[in-house]
T-cell receptor, first 108, second 118 residues
Framework: DAKTTQPNSMESNEEEPVHLPCNHS???????IHWYRQLPSQGPEYVIH???SNVNNRMASLAIAEDRKSSTLILHRATLRDAAVYYC?????????FGTGTRLQVFP | DAGVIQSPRHEVTEMGQEVTLRCKPI?????LFWYRQTMMRGLELLIY????????DSGMPEDRFSAKMPNASFSTLKIQPSEPRDSAVYFC????????????????FGPGTRLTVL
């Protein structure tokens, strides 16, 4: 499975935008880029996914580089509830292989 | 829908005892996944089923671990005998088939079972 690289931690203030980066230089043409997050004491939850084009949903936006070797998850206005570990995962099978993710802290 | 249901939520047992964790997937989902999460190793996929059939058990740590899915609405993960290093949070997740246009094939996770083996 192709690997992803994320910063260990990031900080944000409430109501500010947050850009969470992910590098995946060995991505293959069939790999989808998935993002999940895990709130404290909960199971992971799906955030968004994409293949080549940028994607938007009610939770976040996903910006994918033209060469697909990196992507950025964008939270447009961080809230305290967005404090979580965010996982960037490359997926081309049924399996999700989780890395260490980015721990996002949100300050009031 | 109640989501993925796991029981028990917490389990404390002594080394050598048998432990059985239970999972009820979301109705209509035909894929079921068992994960384990520890501080040292993070989130690891142990095994997954499609249509009640085990597809990939390469993540199962050793023969002490076994998983079954006797029907579409129930799965168990059994550890026998349990050891202190099995202490972890065990998550069950379910999803629709890949290629399904509903829910983008996302996996829905249960709340987890926190296992402590003394």
């Amino acid at each position: 499975d192709a690997k992803t690289t994320q910063p260990n931690s990031m900080e944000s203030n409430e109501e500010e935008p947050v850009h969470l980066p992910c590098n995946h230089s060995t991505i293959s043409g069939t790999d989808y880029i998935h993002w999940y997050r895990q709130l404290p004491s909960q199971g992971p939850e799906y955030v968004i996914h994409g293949l080549t084009s940028n994607v938007n949903n009610r939770m976040a936006s996903l910006a994918i580089a033209e060469d697909r070797k990196s992507s950025t998850l964008i939270l447009h206005r961080a809230t305290l509830r967005d404090a979580a570990v965010y996982y960037c995962i490359l997926r081309n099978t049924d399996k999700l292989i989780f890395g260490t993710g980015t721990r996002l802290q949100v300050f009031p | 829908d109640a989501g993925v249901i796991q029981s028990p939520r917490h389990e404390v047992t002594e080394m050598g005892q048998e432990v059985t964790l239970r999972c009820k997937p979301i109705s209509g989902h035909n894929s079921l996944f068992w994960y384990r999460q520890t501080m040292m190793r993070g989130l690891e996929l142990l095994i997954y089923f499609n249509n009640n059939v085990p597809i990939d058990d390469s993540g199962m740590p050793e023969d002490r671990f076994s998983a079954k899915m006797p029907n579409a609405s129930f799965s168990t993960l059994k550890i026998q005998p349990s050891e202190p290093r099995d202490s972890a949070v065990y998550f069950c997740a379910s999803s629709l088939p890949r290629g399904s246009k509903i829910h983008n094939n996302e996996q829905f996770f249960g709340p987890g079972t926190r296992l402590t083996v003394l």
